[in-house]
């Protein structure tokens, strides 16, 4: 299983854009990179995800590192509702288990 | 469309007891996975149920066992409660067994063990 490295925690001011990095240097080649995080008294949920190049979605976009050693989440403008734990998330395809790390603490000032 | 549901909330047992929890899947979805969640900490996979059959276990022993039915909800069961038990627990339903497929989560169980 691939190991992930997330800063504990970060902070942000409203309306700003958020880079939140994740090092995950010993992911295979065929390990897409998914991206949750868990609202306060929430289960998680989803984000985006990626394999080799950028993504974008409603929610957020996800720049992959060229030797996919590392990766960014990045919240384009940080809302008070973005307020939660992001976890970064080496994920196999057609693999069964999904492994958490302690992911990063997100806070947004006002 | 109705979201990954479980039930209870909240429970509270003591020592050596044992406890079900209950997952209802997301409509379409044929695979759920169970996780806890310390205070603090990222979740820990249990083990994923696909299509009524255990596909997959992490680390916990035999007393965490599970069962999915035929309209793919799912239950946890825990034997012989101890003190470390006490955490939150997550279900989440999916499609095709895999992990790499979007997994949608419940609200969790917050078990305490007394």
């Known amino acids: 299983d691939a190991k992930t490295t997330q800063p504990n925690s970060m902070e942000s001011n409203e309306e700003e854009p958020v880079h939140l990095p994740c090092n995950h240097s010993?992911?295979?080649?065929?390990?897409?990179i998914h991206w949750y995080r868990q609202l306060p008294s929430q289960g998680p949920e989803y984000v985006i995800h990626?394999?080799?190049s950028n993504v974008n979605n409603r929610m957020a976009s996800l720049a992959i590192a060229e030797d996919r050693k590392s990766s960014t989440l990045i919240l384009h403008r940080a809302t008070l509702r973005d307020a939660a734990v992001y976890y970064c998330?080496?994920?196999?395809?057609?693999?069964?288990?999904?492994?958490f790390g302690a992911g990063t603490r997100l806070f947004v000032k006002a | 469309e109705t979201g990954v549901t479980q039930s209870p909330t909240h429970l509270i047992k003591t020592r050596g007891q044992q406890v079900t929890l209950r997952c209802s899947s997301q409509s379409g979805h044929n695979t759920v996975s169970w996780y806890q969640q310390a205070l603090g900490q990222g979740p820990q996979f249990i083990f994923q149920?696909?299509?009524?059959?255990?596909?997959g276990r992490g680390n916990f022993p035999p007393r965490f066992s599970g069962l999915q039915f035929p309209n793919y909800s799912s239950e946890l069961n825990v034997n012989a409660l101890e003190l470390d038990d006490s955490a939150l627990y997550l279900c989440a339903s999916s499609r095709d067994g895999s992990s790499y497929n979007e997994q949608f989560f419940g609200p969790g169980t917050r078990l305490t063990v007394l």
């Open positions: 998330i080496p994920q196999m395809t057609g693999g069964f288990k999904t492994i």
């Open positions: 010993t992911i295979s080649g065929t390990d897409y």
């Open positions: 149920y696909y299509r009524e059959e255990e596909n």
């Open positions: 990626g394999l080799t």
